[in-house]
């Protein structure tokens, strides 16, 4: 079955680590997405990329880096720059160009220890 | 920064009845988008509808788009309890010329057996 799979389900990172959340897509979708959800609230953009080997800030970049390597895969690093990691961490894809929706995984949880 | 706000935040009715959330966005759109968030999971896109279009239907799903008041609402028809969830509404901005995604805040809806 084609889909987007993230891990781990949670992560825990200790004060002053760098962690890397995973987003891999059989889909062969161009483009994908991380997002960032606090509780009760909507989905903030942290990057995007639309092709391999190249990406963009989204409204909160700081303190996090990506990589797209490959069109299959787009992790994310929460680096020790970003005061407030704990939140629930989306990854999404898109085929093409729009109008189509975004497919989405099924979250990590990451929580400062 | 967040475009949509969805209205009410929080929704709880009973199973046969239908549920009604509204959105409101800023700017002009190419198209607008609802998606389903059931509680610690990843978002489920539900339907698109397209600056040019006023109306569309999926199975229970009806939604409307009044591009002249920049709102959208999504209509729940015989509501069960598995439709349980939050649910947000996506604008893709017109002025954005990659196809990034802003999302609402979101409106809980509960539905009792």
């Known amino acids: 079955d084609g889909g987007i799979t993230q891990s781990p389900k949670y992560l825990f990172r200790k004060e002053g680590q760098n962690v890397t959340l995973s987003c891999e897509q059989n889909?062969?979708?161009?483009?994908m997405y991380w997002y960032r959800q606090d509780p009760g609230q909507g989905l903030r953009l942290i990057y995007y990329s639309q092709i391999v080997n190249d990406f963009q800030k989204g409204d909160i970049a700081e303190g996090y880096s990506v990589s797209r390597e490959k069109k299959e895969s787009f992790p994310l690093t929460v680096t020790s720059a970003q005061k407030n990691p704990t939140a629930f961490y989306l990854c999404?894809?898109?085929?093409?160009?729009?109008?189509?929706?975004?497919?989405f995984g099924s979250g990590t949880r990451l929580t400062v220890v | 920064s967040q475009q949509g706000e969805e209205d009410p935040q929080a929704l709880s009715i009973q199973e046969g009845e239908n549920a009604t959330m509204n959105c409101s966005y800023k700017t002009s759109i190419n198209n607008l988008q609802w998606y389903r968030q059931n509680s610690g999971r990843g978002l489920v896109h539900l339907i698109l509808?397209?600056?040019?279009?006023r109306e569309k239907h999926s199975g229970r799903l009806r939604v409307t788009l009044d591009t002249s008041k920049k709102s959208s609402s999504l209509l729940i028809t015989a509501s069960r309890a598995a439709d349980t969830a939050s649910y947000f509404c996506?604008?893709?901005?017109?002025?954005?010329?990659?196809?990034?995604?802003?999302f609402g805040t979101g409106t809980r809806l509960q539905v009792f057996p």
């Open positions: 889909l062969n979708h161009d483009a």
């Open positions: 996506a604008t893709d901005p017109e002025s954005y010329n990659t196809d990034k995604l802003i």
């Open positions: 999404a894809s898109r085929y093409g160009q729009a109008p189509y929706g975004y497919t």
């Open positions: 509808i397209r600056s040019n279009e």
